[in-house]
Nanobody
Framework: VQLQASGGGLVQAGGSLRLSCAAS????????LGWFRQAPGKEREFVAA????????DYADSVKGRFIASRDNAKNMVYLQMNSLKPEDTAVYYC?????????????????WGKGTQVTISS
């Protein structure tokens, strides 16, 4: 699976952004999709994941209630709606795919990664 994230940018604290990730190469519905982020000097961390149908989602505690993951299987797209953004959300955001939603949530053995998109939140 090839993945390409987009939609990053510079936003003031309290604002919103929607990230998109386009997938290609393999049957999209075979995979759960996830979002991760990496801030300068920090390890890459799990943000959100969504199962193949979109019926099950998982979120890091730090983003629960603010971020929403969704997917459009007809378009091979996955999205991350980010609301009430905080300066600590500043990071490079990556989308990822794996056959296991659990692997994504645990950031263990994730098979496919896309290039990231920079999100910067100003205070």
């Amino acid at each position: 699976v090839q993945l390409q994230a987009s939609g990053g940018g510079l936003v003031q604290a309290g604002g919103s952004l929607r990230l998109s990730c386009a997938a290609s190469g393999r049957t999209f519905t075979n995979y759960a999709l996830g979002w991760f982020r990496q801030a300068p000097g920090k390890e890459r961390e799990f943000v959100a994941a969504i199962n193949w149908s979109g019926g099950t989602t998982d979120y890091a505690d730090s983003v629960k209630g603010r971020f929403i993951a969704s997917r459009d299987n007809a378009k091979n797209m996955v999205y991350l709606q980010m609301n009430s953004l905080k300066p600590e959300d500043t990071a490079v955001y990556y989308c990822a795919a794996d056959s296991s939603l659990r692997n994504l949530g645990r950031n263990v053995g994730v098979v496919y990664w896309g290039k990231g998109t920079q999100v910067t939140i100003s205070s």
